[in-house]
T-cell receptor, first 112, second 111 residues
Framework: KQEVTQIPAALSVPEGENLVLNCSFT??????LQWFRQDPGKGLTSLLLIQSSQREQTSGRLNASLDKSSGRSTLYIAASQPGDSATYLC???????????FGTGTRLTIIP | EADIYQTPRYLVIGTGKKITLECSQTMGHDKMYWYQQDPGMELHLIHYSYGVNSTEKGDLSSESTVSRIRTEHFPLTLESARPSHTSQYLC??????????FGSGTRLTVV
């Protein structure tokens, strides 16, 4: 069974800094890895989807990478802004099983 | 605009009442899911469906039930609500590439 871990649980950084969020998973047979953003009391907003055949995806200031051999994914946020403050969740699914397993998330605070 | 909608957004209800949480999507996705999330905790899958007339229980045991009579509609029902059911319920669907889209969620409080 896939298990997903995100460390740290919370992170505060000054505005303008670049930062990296980490996600680890136990099963290297991971098929898809998806990063989401969740604002307090809200649903999830999809940020980036990395499929099995891909190593990274980019959208604007966001870049996500996937290294199946080491069981890690990272989300890189460039030039952070206060509006980036939210909880970031990573989730993975295995081949033939599209059910996502979620990590507990990293709560990010960007300090103006 | 293609999207996924959940109603109600907030619900406060008394113990023993029957409730139905609505979820509809306009993207034509075959696969739909219900997740439960307690405050500050991770999401747990409670139900999923891979198409019409197909429903399965997820990883977390739940007293709720679901139905999938139409592709676009995936309601969740609690026959007799209890305070232990207080939580946020999130509906999602996935496309052919496995990318998920989530609704805004229903925050349920049972008093």
């Amino acid at each position: 069974k896939q298990e997903v871990t995100q460390i740290p649980a919370a992170l505060s950084v000054p505005e303008g800094e670049n930062l990296v969020l980490n996600c680890s998973f136990t099963d290297s047979a991971i098929y898809n890895l998806q990063w989401f953003r969740q604002d307090p009391g809200k649903g999830l907003t999809s940020l980036l989807l990395i499929q099995s055949s891909q190593r990274e995806q980019t959208s604007g200031r966001l870049n996500a990478s996937l290294d199946k051999s080491s069981g890690r994914s990272t989300l890189y946020i460039a030039a952070s802004q206060p509006g980036d403050s939210a909880t970031y969740l990573c989730a993975g699914s295995n081949f033939g099983n599209e059910k996502l397993t979620f990590g507990t998330g990293t709560r990010l605070t960007i300090i103006p | 605009e293609a999207d996924i909608y959940q109603t109600p957004r907030y619900l406060v209800i008394g113990t023993g009442k029957k409730i139905t949480l609505e979820c509809s999507q306009t993207m034509g996705h075959d696969k739909m899911y219900w997740y439960q999330q307690d405050p500050g905790m991770e999401l747990h899958l409670i139900h999923y469906s891979y198409g019409v007339n197909s429903t399965e229980k997820g990883d977390l045991s739940s007293e709720s039930t679901v139905s999938r009579i139409r592709t676009e509609h995936f309601p969740l029902t609690l026959e007799s609500a209890r305070p232990s059911h207080t939580s946020q319920y999130l509906c999602a669907s996935s496309d052919l590439l496995g990318g998920y889209t989530f609704g805004s969620g229903t925050r349920l409080t049972v008093v």
